[in-house]
């Protein structure tokens, strides 16, 4: 299983796991990300046995695991093992992949991070345009994420801020 830009439509609903930085990845990031991802993921098992899983890093900020687990469920053991090469990446680059007091969204093109409460302050205040699209990090499933990791904001999670 590869994940990639694809006119694919994927049948399968994969496990999604989504590590947001707080802020968009260096080149150098990036290649050292992708080499760690790959060399864990070539190796990762629940066990003893191996998990059909990829990753993608979408928009340069969120990395996304994705694993088939009509072939092998991912155990606790698994995601405990994944949790720490992600928090060795996230210390390593100081990316706070495990803050999840956070919201991202995109603003004229470009994709954009702020504290959970300073993006609702502004969401409140007017200064931030309700024309933007949020991200939401909360997506376990392949078809979810595809259809649903960026909304308008009129049709996520942030429209409820009052």
């Not at 694809?6 to 399968?12: A, G, K, W």
């Not at 990446?89 to 603003?107: I, P, W």
């Not at 300073?118 to 205040?125: A, H, L, M, T």
Request: aromatic residues 12%; charged residues 30%; negative net charge.
């Amino acid at each position: 299983m590869k994940i990639e830009e694809s006119n694919i439509v994927e049948t399968n609903d994969y496990r999604v796991i989504i590590y947001p930085a707080s802020r968009p990845f260096t080149a150098k990031e990036s290649k050292t990300i992708a080499e760690k991802l790959y060399d864990f993921l070539g190796d990762w098992a629940a066990h003893g046995k191996a998990l059909s899983s990829s990753f993608k890093i979408e928009k340069n900020q969120f990395i996304i695991i994705c694993v088939d687990e009509e072939k092998e469920a991912a155990s606790g053991c698994s995601i405990d093992a994944l949790g720490k090469v992600m928090r060795e990446l996230d210390a390593e680059f100081d990316l706070g992949l495990f803050d999840r007091m956070k919201a991202s969204y995109v603003e004229n093109g470009e994709v954009k991070t702020l504290k959970l409460s300073d993006f609702k302050n502004k969401i409140r205040i007017g200064e931030l345009s309700t024309d933007i699209e949020v991200f939401d990090f909360s997506k376990n499933t392949y078809l979810d994420f595809l259809s649903h990791f960026l909304q308008p904001f009129s049709r996520s999670w942030a429209s409820s801020i009052k």
